[in-house]
């Protein structure tokens, strides 16, 4: 089960963090992988990585850019044929600012990226499933701001609360054209962009007792979600936001 030989996945920002914990398990499982990334020099050293493991392109792609999206996407098909499965991954945080003091253009900056660029990217893969017939697995990464309260950041909450609503719509619209849709919602992990956050005591003293298992999450821990949303056997999951937290949620 869950072999993916012959298949072909594309994570957005999969040069780093959960990104590239997608990427990896992707790669071991036997898929082609694309790995989009605006850092050119990241993208090197996650194919380095993964090269070993499968057939690795790395692209390097702004999806704030419609246009770059729809290049990197032409490329992809052109190396591999088909893309079976799609990550929009690629999103990115903000400084902590009063509500009361942001400015329009940090909204719209968020937007552009977090939201716009997924947009894009999933309907980019829409169109080129719906063309081969074949399905697919569309997969954005959400977080959990989406559902609590996130002060100095409604910005990034609203965005990953947007992407949320587009994958059910996106289950309801095309589930009959065999195209599933799922958000993988992460809890805290040890990333590049959490990284001053986590290291901080105050927060970790007042956060990592909530989390049942009590550790932060690892871009490891999310390699086994990305191999079964792009397999066939979870062919009859669709429209849900999947928590990989280590039961913050719940807590």
């Not at 409604?154 to 609503?165: L, P, R, S």
């Not at 005591?201 to 490891?220: A, D, N, Q, S, T």
Request: with cysteine; proline share 2%.
């Amino acid at each position: 089960m869950f072999d993916l030989t012959g298949k072909t996945a594309i994570v957005t920002g999969g040069n780093g963090g959960i990104g590239l914990g997608f990427a990896r398990g992707l790669a071991k499982a036997g898929a082609n992988v694309a790995i989009w990334g605006r850092n050119s020099q990241k993208n090197e050293s996650a194919r380095a990585e993964l090269a070993s493991l499968t057939d690795v392109l790395a692209l390097q792609c702004d999806v704030g850019d419609e246009a770059d999206i729809e290049h990197a996407f032409a490329e992809t098909v052109d190396r591999f044929g088909r893309v079976d499965s799609v990550f929009a991954n690629a999103g990115i945080g903000a400084p902590a600012t009063r509500f009361t003091e942001m400015t329009l253009d940090e909204w719209r900056n968020i937007f552009r990226v977090n939201m716009e660029g997924v947009f894009v990217t999933l309907r980019t893969a829409v169109r080129h499933m719906m063309e081969h017939g074949q399905g697919g697995s569309l997969v954005v990464t959400s977080s959990g701001s989406s559902i609590f309260g996130m002060p100095r950041g409604q910005h990034y909450a609203a965005t990953k609360a947007g992407v949320n609503a587009v994958i059910r719509g996106l289950a309801v619209e095309y589930g009959k054209h065999g195209i599933r849709a799922n958000a993988v919602m992460p809890g805290w992990i040890d990333t590049d962009m959490t990284a001053e956050l986590l290291a901080s005591e105050r927060f970790e003293r007042g956060v990592l007792p909530r989390i049942p298992r009590k550790r932060w999450g690892l871009p490891e821990d999310f390699e086994a979600i990305a191999v079964y949303l792009a397999a066939d056997e979870s062919a009859w999951h669709t429209g849900d936001v999947i928590n990989i937290d280590g039961g913050y949620a719940v807590a």
